[in-house]
């Protein structure tokens, strides 16, 4: 046992450490010699050495003390070691401990690389050396799943999918309880998906506005807190009446409750308890959300509700339109944008929202907005919509609800996005996000429809090209985007597998997106690009993507699969070109 004091090794300065320790926590912990190690370094607390018992992180610690001064250690690890909200503190220490070279975060491949996984990993490369250098920058790999993966191929990693980040901003972010934000915002997440979510980290959080539900008095506008909790240890006396309604979730309601719910009685909840919770979280009027799924439910219905239910709740019900207002936001793709970068759980592990996660969504009311007349009015706007619906639901006895509530969350949109001021760019990167990122996230290995993966259609390329030229465009002074005038940039496409190219040029009149010509020569170099951009090592295939400029053209060379056209990665591109630009332009000056 590595944690044994006697462990019978003769020597403690090894060059390599190489493992892949157990992953037990909480409960589970059962290790007498794991549990004394923590106990005989009190100098350190618990949630430092192992936070949530974790014994991987007590590893993470054990191995460097088997290390010689310039010894490497390289375990494979689970990806809460870093991705959790809990291990702030943990990370604080630990990176002033060591010299962390570089993570690969295999959570897209967790069902690929290991049939059954319950848990997503990482790969943790580290040094005992303890940091001196906090400008220091660590590569950050996220491979995401490849059809030749899925079919037990190598684990392709490409440049799009690694980054580098600073020590000093890990760090920063860990002494702010927001380490794992820096991990997840760039699992997925682009440079320009960084700024979005810098603005809207910036922003007031529902935190501000809610205080968790307690029997003691609260001095914010709301209260929150999970539902009544029936099995358990404890038996409380429930301080309802057997009349009140009860609100079962396995009801498919969306957004309202369309009829007359049983009342407790009815619904069998028996009168003691194991968690009553306080009386006020289920009075007056309030938000709804299921713990599996991000289903909302408003309602301003006195009633009860189980654990599984997690209520916003107003004190006064004169706040009935923010809290409407607040259903909204949170059904709209803004929130699921934004959780998606975000939340520890979403997109890695398992498809469910925890209370801190709705805590931290950014949430402000027009007391705190730029224009506060113009905020006030969308929300009322919004809440005019949802009542509407609410009692049109209520009419048709909740038949049609579901996909009429679609047909207003996407009448809602638009209005969510000016409340929060998301421009024409960023409403890429969010519609992007929601419609082919979160549906694409840690597939199985026989899903086989996975929306980044689909061959590129030329439409979608068309639609990269005009995204890419009005951008340079802008940056050139000639337009901005969605007007209708003339830009200084061409494209000509030339499709093919596995890579396809677009040509880019510089034009005095007005732009042309077309189709160039595949002669049998353009194809043959096409496919010859694989060997040239891709470099397998071992179980990795590394990939390149490639722009060139030469003579008055640039070439931009991707492979033919969705993601890498997206809008998302035309932003991206336009960006990295003015960048080359720039600095060609500034070589010239020097």
Known sequence: NFFDKNIPLTKSDFDLVVGNPPWVSRRKQNDGFFEEWVSLNKEKRKNVLAPDKQIAHGFMWRVIDFLSEKG?????????????????????????????????????????????????????????????????????????????????????????????????????AAQKRKASEIWKGRYWGTWYDSRLLSRLANMPKISDLSDRATKTQSNKRWIHGQGIQIAGSDKNKAWWNSEIPFLDSSKPYEISIPEKLPTAKEAGIPTLVHRPRTPKLFYGPKVLMTKGSQRVIYTSEDLIFKDTFTSFTALKKEDADNIRFLAAVFSSD??????????????????????????????????????PAKAKGIIKEVSQKMELFEKESILNNGFGQEEKAVSLRRELEPLIREYYDINVFESMLIEDTVKTLIPSATPSRTKTDIPTLRPIQQESIFVYSEVLCDVLAGYFGKKTIGENCKAPFSASIFHGYPYTIVQLEKVPRARKIRAGVNSEKMKEILHCLESILEEQVGSFTFCKNIKVFYDEALYIIKPSQYRFWLKTAALNDADEIMSAIVVAKEGEKI
């Open 334 to 371: 803004v929130t699921q944008y934004y959780l998606f970068h975000s939340s520890s759980n979403l997109g890695i592990y398992r498809p469910q929202i925890f209370p801190e996660d709705m805590l931290a969504i950014p949430f402000f009311l027009p007391s705190d907005a730029p224009d």
């Open 72 to 172: 490497e250690a390289c375990l494979l690890l689970p990806a809460n070691v870093f991705l959790n909200s809990h291990t702030n503190l943990f990370q604080e220490y630990w990176l002033k401990s060591v010299t962390l070279e570089r993570v690969i975060n295999f959570s897209d491949l967790r069902f690929v690389l290991f049939n059954g996984a319950i848990h997503p990993c990482v790969a943790v490369l580290f040094s005992k050396k303890p940091c001196d250098d906090f400008e220091k920058k660590v590569r950050y790999e996220s491979p995401k799943v490849d059809v030749r993966s899925q079919q037990g191929g190598p684990v392709y990693i490409r440049e799009e999918d690694t980054s580098f980040l600073a020590m000093k901003d890990l760090l920063k």
